[in-house]
């Protein structure tokens, strides 16, 4: 529920930071003209109820003047913007649009409760939002102008370091770094011969007349079940091509002859198409793993096991042999984090799924685990061995275990620094004028009011 309230929170924003909805009879009055942009007050009024939504407590007043602050500032950007003639292209904001619109129309539950939410039509809601998306790129494009040069070295850091009381140092959760064997159970012919036929006698029911919608909920391996096997509108880039090729080339109202994905066996059904973008329902069946399948894939990691316990088998070399675990085997086994702007490899326990936690929270550095089954990160089984290759205990933060965190926070308060003397002289320079009605607001204080 959190979830599906925020999305639309996060929708509602953008949309009714552009236009007025339908029936709307504010009058477009100016609040204020920043270089050569302008803030109507309709502008103000919606970002006002917009917040007033999620913070119901809050005085209006201060509402109003938080909302007016953060246009005055996002139109500053956009006036730098039109000076320095900087270009948003359609690339940057229609995989943005896309996948905002497809996210929201699943939490909302249809497009028709999204256009009751906002009281507009997809085709206005589409719009608005791709109005606010290229607002958005053309800001971030000149902020980032503002920091790209921006660097800081060992000795920033240590003086930010040294600017924080030690008593306000963070306790840093204890973190691990873990390696990893991991081995697929075999799709052995047999396997995989009973999902399909699974999938052939749910296709024949829903040929008969039965509804493909009921029968993915009772049958669907995939999260996807629980909204009778509907998946939302996806752009064909977004989807495993086998899918994406099956799904694209269905005609209205037919339901795909059998689909194999790295995730299992697919019947594919399409509910609509809106351009680029395709919204079907699956049902997913995995083939079934035998138990002679098991025992044989445990005793092979038990084996893998015994040799590198023996030091006959070093663990990376064994990794990079035999684990089909891809991002962790050219590493040697070792787990680096998908965060493309991180890239470490070290982990609180909290981050690791329930298998994995259960299993290391009680090893030592350098032990390594006993083979044990779980799913991957596509819900296939799989079966793992692991290993404790550091241990950073929970800690006080200091300079040598957190080097990075005070790294990056040095870097953002330099950051917001640069943007703070650059918002100073760029309103000093810009012509600015404010409706006498929002003058009350103190923020004005700090040099608006000219």
Excluded at 342 to 370: A, H, Q, T
């Amino acid at each position: 529920m959190k979830r599906k309230i925020t999305a639309l929170a996060v929708l509602a924003g953008l949309v009714l930071c552009v236009l007025p909805a339908k029936g709307q009879t504010l009058v477009e009055s100016v609040a204020a003209i920043v270089g050569n942009e302008v803030i109507y007050l309709s502008d103000i009024e919606n970002s006002t109820m917009d917040a007033k939504r999620n913070n119901p407590r809050a005085r209006l007043e201060d509402l109003r003047c938080n909302a007016f602050q953060e246009l005055l500032i996002s139109k500053l950007f956009l006036d730098q913007a039109r000076i320095d003639s900087v270009i948003v292209t359609d690339d940057m904001v229609e995989a943005d649009l896309n996948m905002q619109i497809n996210e929201t129309i699943r939490q909302a539950g249809s497009e028709e409760a999204l256009e009751k939410y906002f009281n507009k039509s997809m085709v206005e809601i589409r719009r608005d939002i791709r109005k606010a998306l290229v607002e958005s790129h053309t800001i971030s494009e000149v902020q980032s102008t503002i920091t790209s040069d921006m660097k800081i070295t060992p000795n920033d850091v240590r003086r930010y370091f040294n600017t924080i009381p030690r008593d306000s140092l963070p306790v840093i959760p204890a973190r691990v770094q873990i390696s990893l064997i991991q081995l697929d159970p075999p799709r052995s012919e047999e396997n995989k011969s009973e999902a399909r036929q699974k999938l052939l006698d749910i296709r024949s029911q829903i040929l008969a007349g039965k509804s493909f919608s009921v029968l993915a909920i009772q049958n669907s391996e995939d999260g996807s079940y629980i909204n009778g096997g509907e998946i939302g509108y996806k752009l064909k880039g977004e989807l495993e091509k086998p899918y994406a090729d099956a799904a694209w080339s269905l005609a209205p109202n037919t339901v795909s002859r059998i689909v194999e994905t790295k995730y299992g066996f697919h019947i594919i059904q399409i509910i609509d198409k809106k351009g680029d973008l395709l919204n079907t329902r699956h049902i997913l069946i995995r083939p079934k793993i035998q138990p002679g399948d098991a025992e044989e894939a445990m005793g092979r990691l038990d084996s893998l096991a015994r040799l590198i316990r023996k030091d006959s088998l070093k663990f990376e070399n064994a990794a990079m042999r035999f684990s089909s675990h891809q991002d962790s085997r050219i590493n040697g086994g070792k787990m680096v984090s998908m965060n493309p702007s991180e890239r470490i490899n070290w982990f609180s326990l909290d981050e690791l799924d329930r298998d994995m936690y259960m299993v290391v929270r009680d090893m030592k550095v350098g032990e390594i685990s006993e083979p044990y089954q779980t799913l991957d990160e596509i819900g296939n089984i799989v079966f793992r061995l692991v290993r404790i290759d550091d241990e950073i205990p929970a800690h006080r933060a200091n300079l040598k275990d957190d080097y990075q965190f005070f790294y990056n926070a040095a870097l953002m308060k330099e950051r917001q620094a640069s943007y703070q003397k650059w918002l100073t002289e760029k309103i000093e320079t810009t012509y600015i004028k404010i409706s006498e009605e929002f003058k009350s607001c103190k923020f004005l204080e700090s040099g608006w009011l000219k």
